[in-house]
């Protein structure tokens, strides 16, 4: 457990339903400073700097990084709350290959990786060089090889894929100026979202979390994070997902 509680805290992807449930659960533990980003502005909050940001924008993505930097901000927890499955413009995952689409796979990559990829870009540079930092951007068990029984969701299942991979490069490379410095994928579990909510008919309630309870878990994994376990996948519970 690591005797060390994050102090300054970004979360980007703030207005989602487990960013916003993160911003709520870190509130409490009355870190140094507690960074709300989002596409829209978020009202305003004792004791959270509320920032727009894109994350497919890297010039706001820059101001961000920029913002920080002026207050003097280090942020030794960046967690990156974003995610894409399905949207209201007719965007599903695929349960076969003949339902790829050019427009669709761009748009879950875009969002599911390369967003995650910018903020990695812009935010790992003003992390700690000395002393324990987490870089962690919300993955799935769907995006894991190995354990791909059922194929299907083509587009979502190969975006977080990607995205693992990416955590691992960064991990290798953070390490080579910090070795306390964790980068790492979190699988929430299925919760209560409007990410969920098209699919939510047909898993019990006993398996669905709240996003409180969901952001109480992550936090949890985060806090029992360990410098050996850079690079890697862990779900809700702390088990590692294979690659």
């Not at 870190?31 to 978020?42: E, I, N, Q, V």
């Not at 002393?131 to 962690?136: N, T, Y």
């Not at 299925?190 to 699919?199: C, E, H, Q, Y």
């Amino acid at each position: 457990m690591n005797s060390n509680p994050p102090k300054n805290i970004v979360v980007i992807g703030a207005s989602g339903g487990i960013g916003s449930a993160l911003i709520d659960h870190y509130s409490e533990r009355s870190p140094d400073s507690l960074t709300a980003a989002a596409r829209d502005m978020l009202p305003p909050r004792s004791g959270v700097a509320n920032c727009k940001v894109d994350i497919t924008n890297e010039d706001q993505l820059s101001r961000l990084a920029d913002d920080l930097r002026s207050r003097g901000i280090a942020p030794d927890l960046v967690i990156v709350a974003t995610g894409i499955l399905s949207d209201k413009s007719g965007l599903r995952p695929e349960k076969s290959y003949r339902q790829q689409d050019l427009a669709a796979f761009q748009k879950v990559f875009e969002i599911n990786t390369i967003g995650p990829a910018l903020v990695a870009k812009h935010l790992l540079p003003i992390m700690p060089r000395k002393g324990r930092g987490v870089f962690a951007a919300l993955s799935a068990r769907v995006g894991s090889i190995r354990d791909n029984g059922l194929g299907g969701w083509h587009a979502y299942r190969a975006s977080k894929a990607a995205l693992n991979m990416l955590i691992r490069n960064y991990a290798i490379e953070m390490a080579r100026s910090n070795e306390a410095m964790i980068c790492v994928g979190l699988h929430p579990g299925t919760v209560r979202t409007a990410l969920s909510d098209p699919f939510a008919a047909n898993i019990p309630d006993s398996s669905l979390f709240e996003t409180a309870q969901s952001a109480a878990y992550l936090a949890d994994v985060v806090d029992r994070l360990s410098p050996g376990d850079s690079g890697r996948v862990f779900d809700w519970k702390g088990e590692e997902i294979p690659s």
